[in-house]
């Protein structure tokens, strides 16, 4: 792999693997009030998924659409709901996600581009009281965005009717089947009265998805998109190689040097959360944590910072990874390599949203290698390393040094033990003289006469 001084330049413009240049928003047939906030958000052209997409949910027909993580699904499924209903028209759109962070995420994005319909967005997942729920669900709004434990408890308490859902989206597909939502899934869409306009979206089509999309979707139009990922082709990416005792010194000099506008950093484990942010403020930086155990309320305040522009460095969990929709992201920082290489393209799609750039770096320490090349493989490019000259890495650790020390001896030992057994095993030298020409049986030959031998009894 190619070695840099400095993290690398720009990222190549790939626009032309993702966009269909060649379309515009208003040749999918969207209203004018939807093709202004589409204006004002920035955006000129649909991705791949969104041109196919669209006219298919416009028509009235259910679909099952394959594309990338990063490819602008949300707005492929969520630009149609905003057309074909009302703001009147009360709980006629139910989607469906994997986690109560990619419910505020889709449901922040659906209600920017109902800027000029009018339209209610509603987010509801575990976490958040339930009578603030019930709360807004009271207004009636036209669209519900909901994981599926929080949609199914809301409507035992007959607080979220299912009777008038027309548009019906299964978002992110292949995760809600990997967390274990195979029964819920089943058990919302059973309980729909009228078969609805549904569909399923998913970065992965596995036989599962299929046998239940011929269960559920009636005659869908199934779309695979092979464009790039909007994630891996506009985010700058390179790692530096690191040992994990010099991770912390490394993130702060990366920070204090490059000093980026909004960074997210990624831990692996929520104590790892609470150490780096509490290192980091230790030395100045202004760091602020999310992960499973903070109470909903404590979250939707940093979320808010964030969106507000009040916080420069956020340190999450994995939790976190998919629910973050915050345009002015600049940097995201892979503290610790994620083992699923979808979790890391998930990560930094964090930054270079609405079509922008970001950066990405990532902490690889000597044993990671397989994941490194495992993420590659799975982005399809080479991922440079860039490194500091005026980083200097610390000493090893009397701790670390005393185990490596410790396995170093007992590896001897070992080796010495079976090299010992070995000599215990080897027959006595021979005397050479007592065998023609020297040469010394070591084992008996390979057959032996079969034959019978006479008795000498009679």
């Not at 906030?37 to 052209?45: D, V």
């Not at 339930?130 to 308490?157: C, F, N, W, Y």
């Not at 089509?205 to 299929?210: A, K, L």
């Not at 942010?277 to 910072?305: E, N, P, S």
Request: aromatic share 6%.
């Amino acid at each position: 792999m190619s070695t840099q001084e400095t993290p690398p330049g720009a990222a190549p413009d790939r626009s032309q693997d993702i966009f269909s240049e060649d379309r515009s928003f208003d040749s999918l047939g969207l209203s004018e009030p939807i093709l202004r906030a589409i204006q004002g958000r920035g955006f000129q052209h649909p991705t791949k998924i969104q041109a196919e997409l669209i006219p298919i949910v416009l028509r009235g027909s259910d679909c099952l659409g394959q594309a990338k993580t990063g490819t602008g699904k949300t707005a492929a499924f969520g630009l149609p709901a905003l057309q074909l209903f009302s703001k009147d028209d009360a709980l006629s759109v139910l989607v469906l996600v994997p986690t109560r962070e990619l419910a505020i995420q889709v449901a922040k994005e659906i209600h920017d581009f109902a800027k000029f319909t009018g339209h209610h967005v509603v987010p509801i997942y575990g976490g958040q009281p339930i009578p603030t729920q019930v709360q807004k669900l009271a207004r009636s709004p036209a669209i519900i965005v909901g994981t599926p434990g929080r949609v199914m408890d809301l409507h035992e308490r007959r607080v979220l009717s299912y009777d008038h859902v027309r548009y019906a989206v299964l978002d992110e597909v292949d995760r809600m089947l990997d967390i274990g939502f195979r029964d819920d899934i089943r058990r919302i869409l059973g309980s729909l009265k009228r078969h609805p306009q549904t569909v399923f979206v998913s970065a992965t089509i596995s036989p599962e998805i299929e046998r239940l999309a011929r269960q559920y979707l009636k005659d869908p139009e199934k779309i695979v998109t092979t464009a790039a990922s909007l994630t891996v082709s506009q985010v700058r990416q390179s790692y530096f190689r690191v040992e994990h005792w010099d991770k912390r010194p490394l993130l702060l000099h990366l920070l204090k040097k490059e000093t980026p506008a909004l960074t997210l950093v990624f831990c692996r484990m929520k104590r790892t959360v609470d150490d780096v942010a509490k290192y980091l403020a230790h030395h100045g930086i202004d760091a602020h944590t999310m992960h499973g155990d903070m109470y909903q309320t404590k979250r939707d305040k940093v979320m808010g910072k964030l969106r507000e522009g009040g916080l420069s460095v956020l340190v999450a969990s994995d939790l976190a990874a998919r629910g973050l929709d915050v345009d002015d992201i600049s940097h995201v920082i892979n503290y610790d390599l994620p083992e699923d290489p979808e979790v890391y393209v998930h990560r930094i799609g964090r930054t270079a949203r609405v079509g922008r750039n970001g950066v990405a770096w990532a902490f690889v320490c000597p044993d990671q290698g397989e994941l490194l090349t495992a993420i590659e493989s799975l982005a399809n490019i080479e991922i440079p390393q860039a490194h500091y000259n005026d980083f200097v890495p610390t000493q090893i650790p009397p701790d670390v040094a005393a185990r490596r020390e410790l396995e170093t001896q007992r590896k001897t030992a070992s080796m010495e033990s079976k090299s010992r057994d070995l000599q215990a095993t080897k027959p006595d030298a021979a005397d050479l003289t007592k065998f023609p020409g020297g040469l010394v049986p070591t084992q008996p030959p390979p057959r032996r006469l079969g034959g019978r031998l006479g008795s000498r009894r009679r």
